[in-house]
Nanobody
Framework: QVQLAESGGGLVQDGGSLRLSCAASGSIVSINAMGWYRQTPGKQRELVATITRGGSTVIADSVKGRFTISRDNNKNTVYLQMNSLKPEDTAVYYC???????????????WGQGTQVTVSS
């Protein structure tokens, strides 16, 4: 079984910072891309940032220059450093990872439960 455990969400004021973490655990053989999506009520889930095992990143235009994604391959963990937060960044943030697990013996996308980020004006 593979699990993704997120942490670091919460309430912050406009202009503040938060750091999200997501650790993958279980019967993992290898992890390819990891990243973050976010979703607000009534809207589709949108990409925030992704990072490959080699460190190549894709950052959404809406957060470029404010958010940074990084990962620790030894810990199977991905991070999202969020600076200069705005009220429009308020959303549930979901971690995902492309994982080759022992049980399934194939590449699959796994998702975390989501963590709420609320930015007050």
């Amino acid at each position: 079984q593979v699990q993704l455990a997120e942490s670091g969400g919460g309430l912050v004021q406009d202009g503040g910072s938060l750091r999200l973490s997501c650790a993958a655990s279980g019967s993992i053989v290898s992890i390819n891309a990891m990243g973050w999506y976010r979703q607000t009520p009534g809207k589709q889930r949108e990409l925030v940032a992704t990072i490959t095992r080699g460190g190549s990143t894709v950052i959404a235009d809406s957060v470029k220059g404010r958010f940074t994604i990084s990962r620790d391959n030894n810990k199977n963990t991905v991070y999202l450093q969020m600076n200069s937060l705005k009220p429009e960044d308020t959303a549930v943030y979901y971690c995902y990872a492309e994982i080759f697990a022992i049980v399934s013996s194939r590449w699959e996308d796994y998702w975390g439960q989501g963590t709420q980020v609320t930015v007050s004006s």
